[in-house]
């Protein structure tokens, strides 16, 4: 079996275009498509549309830590391009801007809320199923680029993070468009230079989102450019070179201005612990996140735990499969393993620069390098990491069936199909069996319908074409009906704080509290990594870590009660103490905000508090620039207890706000969140307010007035 029966690609015929109006063109598209193609494809992206705006302020601020920054770059364009936590730029996030860029803009716009948040994520979502579609259909047509966006669109943490505000949208579809941009490299030796350098801007600016992780493919692709790409050697090579130049230029051009910044003029760069983009970039952000040593996490530092386990879970090759992980990406990976296998099986006798061929080995090199990755690296992982593996995945579905299908006379081919939709079947009816108490008639379902759609693909669909396209219908439906309907709870449910899982609420995929499974874990003693609080995170009911408020993240109704099964104390009490104001934005009642507002034009900072969520919570409550001491993790050392003092002496922070006895600074100073300040950290901090002002309570909230007069102040 070779390629050459395949389809040739869409810029390979030039036929007459159509005519008529610009809607007539938009609706009807090539005019060589089918007269189904483009309405299908438009409404493909409707539906992704629509399922991924459904019920979307239910997640209200989502990550209220790159919500306040958000709200800082829409109203600072210093904080902005910094991407700082507060207006006033004490300190950014732990990640480069680029991610914030497209929500702030929003925000700037059209004001601050959940939509203006959240909306340009979805649409992210859609582009993204959109490039894919397009990159799929030019060598394998229009059904195989339908079935690979419909196989996005559906898996669940695809629409758990194309609704979300974490960089992970932007960086999905940054790594799709530099694929496409790749293959349409390799389609031709004319143009291929100007579609790699399209390809290194896409790198470079999926840097700019989530640093080292927009690197992962590059090997893969820059060897299939290598080696199948048409022209001499030394001309791919140049054009490689010239790919890489441009990457560097749309990376580069925004560290170098950070690292020649003067650093007092600047907020600090937020999860380093020596001001530097570099040192968060291959340190925290880099290294660390392979080999587990993470100076500054919540954590603290000090390896993994070993390859095999970990605090942030087991690793292993089986880790995309695991309880934790399955649910949210592996529906169909066993599927696109298969069909990649038979892909380059059924290509293996093509010429060199066969594109159909160097497809299966981008997106398969692509989704190989980054499931290897994420399967045995010991640093910070979460199970929304795996939206990145999403879009190799659906493609190599896309490719394998056309190919597959086109070859279903011989033997072989109806057989890989029939396996194919057999195991897919088999593991849907596997990870359903995780939750047996929700829709158990599903799991039966899809076993029995695949079993029957494998069996007619392995006889009918060699001798009949209807009933072959029937039995082949039934079968895609086995497969995406378990991602279908944990998609379909997604989008049910609001998912808020830093760690979310797509899935039912309460099943076993579902957001747990440390040692039940998740990506993170009890370490011995009982109590969360980094000296953290134990027990329950918050919302550790399915996938709503944080819990769903009606007010928006964090944030409760006056008088109203935190979800069932917590109590302030447990993320929504006023400091936002212990792990919800680890993982979650404080709860800020009418009596804090009332005071927080009072004269707050008078101040850079209306309070300080340590950690950016417990900071988010109280900024997105009053709209004015809040300090987030220790930035993320409160781990960072920034601000010195030195630079404090002067803010203080110098009457621009009006408030501390501490975070009771539930973890946090403490009341007498000595508690800290996550792993702890550096030289003149947070704990020293605390210990300085509170042994030098008054402490008040107001409402459910502890502050210190940092402009009372006072006896004494320790220097």
């Known amino acids: 079996m070779t390629s050459t029966s395949l389809a040739t690609p869409d810029g390979a015929a030039h036929a007459a275009p159509s005519r008529g109006g610009p809607l007539t063109r938009l609706w009807r598209g090539r005019a060589e498509d089918a007269r189904w193609v483009r309405p299908a494809f438009l409404g493909l992206l409707a539906v992704t549309a629509v399922l991924y705006l459904w019920n979307l302020s239910a997640s209200g601020y989502a990550n209220s830590f790159y919500s306040a920054a958000v709200q800082a770059g829409g109203e600072s364009w210093k904080a902005f391009f910094f991407g700082s936590l507060d207006a006033a730029n004490a300190i950014t996030v732990d990640k480069p801007p680029a991610a914030l860029w497209p929500m702030a803009l929003s925000v700037r716009l059209f004001g601050l809320g959940s939509w203006q948040i959240l909306v340009p994520e979805v649409l992210m979502g859609v582009a993204t199923v959109a490039v894919l579609y397009a990159a799929v259909r030019r060598r394998f047509g229009a059904g195989a680029g339908l079935i690979a966006g419909v196989v996005l669109a559906l898996t669940p943490v695809a629409a758990l993070m194309f609704r979300f505000n974490n960089p992970d949208a932007l960086l999905a579809l940054l790594m799709t468009v530099a694929v496409y941009c790749v293959l349409r490299a390799l389609e031709t030796d004319r143009g291929a230079a100007r579609w790699l350098v399209w390809a290194g801007v896409a790198f470079g600016f999926a840097f700019l989102a989530k640093t080292l992780q927009a690197f992962l493919i590059l090997p893969p692709l820059a060897l299939v450019y290598g080696v199948c790409a048409p022209g001499g050697l030394g001309r791919r090579i140049g054009r490689l070179a010239l790919a890489g130049l441009a990457m560097l230029g749309s990376a580069g051009w925004w560290v170098a201005l950070v690292e020649l910044w003067p650093a007092s003029s600047r907020p600090y760069v937020g999860g380093s612990q020596n001001n530097s983009f570099l040192e968060l970039t291959f340190g925290y952000n880099g290294l660390g996140r392979i080999n587990g040593d993470e100076t500054g996490s919540v954590g603290g530092g000090g390896g993994g735990g070993g390859m095999g386990g970990g605090r942030w879970g087991e690793t292993g090759i089986v880790r995309m499969f695991n309880d934790s992980v399955g649910g949210q990406i592996s529906w169909l990976l066993p599927a696109a393993l298969i069909l990649l296998v038979a892909g380059l099986v059924v290509t293996r006798r093509a010429p060199r620069t066969d594109t159909a061929r160097s497809a299966f080995l981008v997106w398969g090199g692509s989704l190989l390098i980054t499931l290897a990755v994420f399967s045995f690296m010991a640093g910070i992982f979460h199970e929304y990491y795996t939206v990145a593996l999403a ?184 400091g936002g103490g212990g792990m919800g104001g680890l993982l979650n934005g404080a709860a800020v009642g009418t009596e804090a905000k009332a005071a927080l507002l009072k004269d707050a034009d008078a101040y850079t900072w209306v309070a300080a508090t340590v950690g950016a969520q417990n900071a988010a919570g109280y900024q997105l409550a009053t709209g004015k620039p809040v300090m987030a001491i220790g930035g993320f993790n409160g781990s960072d050392p920034s601000p010195t207890l030195a630079q404090f003092k002067q803010y203080v002496a110098d009457g621009r922070i009006h408030y501390f706000i501490g975070s009771g006895e539930s973890g946090g600074t403490g009341e007498g100073g000595g508690g800290r969140m996550g792993g702890g300040g550096g030289p003149g950290g947070n704990s020293e901090i605390s210990a300085w307010v509170a042994e030098t002002f008054e402490k008040v309570t107001v409402g459910d909230a502890t502050f210190y007035d940092l402009t009372a007069e006072v006896t004494t102040i320790s220097e």
């Open 391 to 574: 879009p190799y995945l659906a493609a190599l579905v896309g490719m394998g069936a056309a190919v597959l299908w086109e070859e279903r006379t011989r033997l072989l081919a109806s057989a890989a199909l029939a396996v194919t939709v057999a195991v897919t079947a088999w593991w849907g009816w596997t990870l359903l069996g995780r939750t047996p108490d929700w829709l158990p008639w599903l799991r039966w379902t899809v076993l029995v319908a695949g079993a029957v759609a494998a069996l007619g693909l392995l006889f009918a669909g060699r001798v009949d074409r209807r009933l072959g396209l029937g039995v082949a219908g039934l079968g895609l439906a086995a497969g995406l009906a378990g991602p279908f309907a944990y998609t379909l709870a997604t989008v049910a449910a609001g998912h808020q704080g830093s760690i979310v899982t797509a899935g039912p609420a309460g099943g076993a995929m579902g957001g747990r509290g440390p040692g039940g499974g998740g990506g993170m874990r009890m370490v011995e003693g009982g109590g969360f990594p980094g000296g953290g609080q134990g027990g329950q995170m918050p919302g550790g009911q399915g996938g709503q870590t944080g819990g769903q408020l009606p007010n928006g993240p964090g944030r409760l109704p006056p008088g109203g009660t935190p979800p069932q099964g917590m109590t302030r104390g447990e993320g929504f009490g006023g």
